[in-house]
């Protein structure tokens, strides 16, 4: 039969993972052994490795040697370059490495298409308990392996970014202990840089998805995160090196078995709602990766290298801008290639956070330098606020331009008063204050926010002017008519008393909505009106609107009953269920929006959920989780 043919059988096992049917299929056919799987070049060897066990290699290898199999064969390479211990290493199968590496040690040497060794490669997809084996087994070895694993020279990336960039803190964390294994004549091997000018430290202030900074998490999932425990799993990897030991190795032994524990702690409640894993897997990464900072930052400042604080402002990244100026408080004193200070960055990125973090932090003197510096080109702090920004926070343009114009109102009270009359070239010959510039970088945005504007309220206006006819009309329409007498047949019950009181105040609020729209129509729509005037009276309309919707619905409902007179509690249950619903997704959909407008428009609002003014945060003095600043409602 045709070799081809005869491969095809075994798919379906490899498929489901039944060695013992692969085993016996090449313990029938040995010469099989020699020849690739698929167009990968994936050997039999390969596939044997995703077991994460090493009884299928241990049997394939004992039929390739009783059989006189070329030796060649455990050194063959796929498409990608990997060899079988590539790819043991890529998927974390320790046993089979063991083995592998007893049998065929020259194979650490070998590298992939990239330039990666099976070091690299472990750290690369984050398996730590494999960097560990290699660690124990090559430290100290002639052949200069981990020498050999620093970088991969097709990018010039370290081995610790390239786990950094996977979002391998736990297996960077470890790299870093194992530091000394790795030492260039004295010099970190941490600093490298590669081809585009990242180091590893760099690398990690581009992610801000993996600080706690940079995630936006629910009520339920931010009470979630500030609960649920995260033990220090990796105390052993973040300790600083003190010696090159085997023994400091056999420290991190455990590590396993403590996150066992803790994920014994969690898997009850993850059965019932799978968030509450995910949140503590967030909340741990953010944990390492907020320790991985903390030492980059160290050995950056202690070998005098410069730090991607500018970086991390620009990413939104206070955890990384605190420890630094921590570790190294000259960085407020740092200018990037524009002249630019940290306080300069943080305005021109709308870090609000990070303003509020350097406000709070520098002395008098120090934060009186950054506000009056002055960059290339004569950029003021206010100047850079005139700068646009690509998105808002808020929803809807005009919220957007809102944003904008508070946050020009509130850098102007920090800098020099004659700062809002200093003049810089702008385009065409032109000389221009911050105001101006901001005036003519906004005009757009002014654009869009006075025709979304002019749409919402068009809308919200015809919808209450609809709702006010419908309720109108139902106060000549009587539920159940007249008697004889002329008088509302259900006059004494308690039902229609409901319906009369309900009808007016959904015609009031509605008629009310009507002409609180109808003003935001005939406003003049410059930019003083969108700091405020045009925000607040959308608040109120909007406000007004959803009364008018809940009153409405109660009226309804009410009218319903009356006429069904049903003693059901059922039913009354029904209709009330009926009722709520489109004010229920009415409430859903725009309650963004919604939320968004009283916040920023009504103080007393603010200070009701805080009375200490609105909140930001910093890193905690160890470095374990962010803590809230007090800052003064603006």
């Known amino acids: 039969m045709d070799m081809t043919l005869e491969l095809r059988k075994i798919f379906p096992h490899i498929k489901n993972q039944d060695w013992k049917s692969l085993i016996k299929f090449y313990k029938d056919r040995p010469d099989y052994l020699m020849f690739p799987l698929n167009m990968n070049g994936d050997t039999a060897f390969h596939i044997a490795m995703h077991s994460m066990s090493e009884k299928p290699f241990v049997q394939l290898h004992s039929i ?46 070998i590298e992939n298409e990239v330039n990666e060794n099976p070091l690299f490669t472990a750290a690369a997809f984050g398996q730590t308990e494999v960097v560990r084996f290699f660690a124990n087994k090559y430290y100290g070895d002639e052949e200069g392996i981990f020498q050999k694993s620093i970088r991969r020279y097709s990018d010039q990336k370290s081995i610790l970014q390239v786990a950094i960039e996977g979002q391998h803190f736990e297996t960077a964390l470890l790299l870093l202990k194992l530091e000394g294994f790795w030492m260039l004549e004295g010099e970190s091997p941490w600093l490298l840089e590669d081809r585009n000018g990242i180091s590893p430290l760099g690398a990690l202030a581009r992610m801000p998805s993996s600080f706690r900074s940079g995630r936006t998490l629910a009520f339920l999932e931010t009470l979630l995160y500030s609960c649920l425990p995260v033990e220090d ?21 455990n590590t396993e078995h403590r996150q ?20 503590w897997k967030e909340k741990k990464r953010h944990k390492l990766a907020l320790q991985l900072a903390r030492l980059l930052i160290k050995i950056a400042v202690e070998r005098h290298h410069k730090t991607p604080i500018f970086v991390a402002i620009e990413m939104g990244i206070i955890e990384i801008v605190h420890a630094t100026i921590e570790e190294f408080p000259q960085a407020t004193e740092q200018l990037n290639e ?53 998105e808002g926070t808020k929803p809807g343009p005009a919220l957007q331009l809102q944003e904008e114009l508070l946050w020009f109102d509130r850098v102007k009270k920090i800098v020099p008063s004659h700062y809002a009359m200093h003049r810089i070239h702008y385009k065409d010959d032109h000389w221009v204050t911050p105001k101006q510039l901001f005036d003519i970088k ?76 109808l003003s935001i129509l005939t406003s003049p729509f410059e930019f003083r009106e969108f700091e405020r005037s045009i925000p607040q009276k959308l608040s109120f309309g909007f406000t007004l609107l959803f009364l008018s919707v809940i009153s409405t619905m109660i009226t309804f409902a009410v009218t319903v009953l009356l006429l069904i007179q049903s003693e059901k509690h059922w039913t009354t249950s029904l209709i009330s269920v009926a009722a709520l619903l489109p004010v229920s997704v009415f409430a859903l959909l725009q309650a963004r929006l919604y939320w968004a407008l009283l916040w920023d428009n009504f103080p007393a609002l603010r200070r009701l959920f805080s009375s200490s003014g609105s909140v930001t945060y910093r890193v905690t003095k160890d470095f374990s989780t962010l803590e809230p600043i007090p800052v003064p409602i603006r």
């Open 64 to 109: 390739a040697v009783s059989s006189s199999v070329y030796e060649d064969i455990f050194f063959a390479r796929k498409s990608n370059g990997y060899t079988i211990l590539h790819e043991a290493a890529s998927i974390g199968n320790v046993q089979v490495i063991k083995e592998i590496v007893s049998v065929y040690p020259k194979l650490i040497q």
């Open 233 to 253: 799993e990796i105390d052993c990897a973040v300790t600083p090196q003190s010696s090159r030991e085997e023994k400091d190795l056999e420290m991190c032994m």
């Open 260 to 279: 066992n524990q803790a994920r014994s702690c969690i898997l009850p409640f993850h059965k019932v709602w799978p968030t509450v894993e995910k949140i």
């Open 338 to 390: 524009k002249k630019h200070n940290i306080l300069h960055v943080a305005v021109l990125n709308r870090r609000h956070d990070i303003f509020n973090l350097l406000k709070e932090i520098n002395s008098g003197l120090q934060w009186k330098r950054m506000t009056e510096a002055v960059a290339d080109e004569g950029y003021t702090l206010l100047h850079q606020v005139a700068s646009t920004v690509k």
């Open 442 to 517: 906004h005009k757009e945005q002014l654009a869009d926010a006075q025709q979304w504007t002019k749409d919402t309220s068009q809308a919200c206006s015809t919808v209450a002017a609809l709702i006010a006819t419908v309720v109108f009309a139902a106060a000549f329409t009587i539920p159940g008519g007249l008697n004889d007498r002329g008088l509302p047949i259900f006059r004494n019950s308690p039902y229609f008393l409901l319906f009369t009181v309900m009808d007016v105040v959904s015609l009031a609020f509605s008629l009310t909505s009507v002409v609180a729209f």
